[in-house]
């Protein structure tokens, strides 16, 4: 079986939101990815910070991830990934076929407009 691996990253500095960095908190190597090993990790996780509440998750839509944090963080918001979306649907999805369509894609996955989106 693979390697799992799970990464809390602090983005945000007194109440502002920094889109593009991160520094990591804690990380766990694990040999299973099931819920339960996910929840006894974040569960130590919040028990060692109590005070630290984390507002938003980004996760790769990993169900047993996602999950653990609605059960562990309850209030907190969960996101996905934006390189991990486009490369679920270039899975599925021939860009190489359709550059135009591609990019126009990749904007509106980028974007920060509700209109535009």
């Known amino acids: 079986m693979g390697l799992w691996y799970v990464i ?19 990380w766990m190597l694990m040999c299973n990815g099931t819920k339960d090993t996910i ?8 028990h060692g910070s109590p005070t630290v509440l ?3 998750i ?3 839509r990993d169900l047993a991830q996602i999950g653990a ?3 562990v963080y ?8 934006k390189w991990h979306v486009l490369r679920a649907m270039q899975t599925h999805f021939n860009a190489f076929e ?10 509106l996955v980028s974007t920060l407009d509700k209109e535009k989106f």
């Open 8 to 26: 809390i990253t602090a983005r945000c500095h007194q109440g502002t939101y920094f889109p593009n960095l991160g520094v990591p908190v804690a």
């Open 58 to 60: 980004m996760t790769d």
């Open 54 to 56: 984390l507002a938003m």
């Open 74 to 81: 309850p209030d907190s918001r969960i996101f996905l990934c």
């Open 69 to 71: 944090l609605k059960i």
């Open 39 to 46: 929840f006894f990790f974040l569960h130590w996780v919040r």
């Open 98 to 107: 359709f550059p135009e369509l591609w990019t126009k894609v990749r904007a």
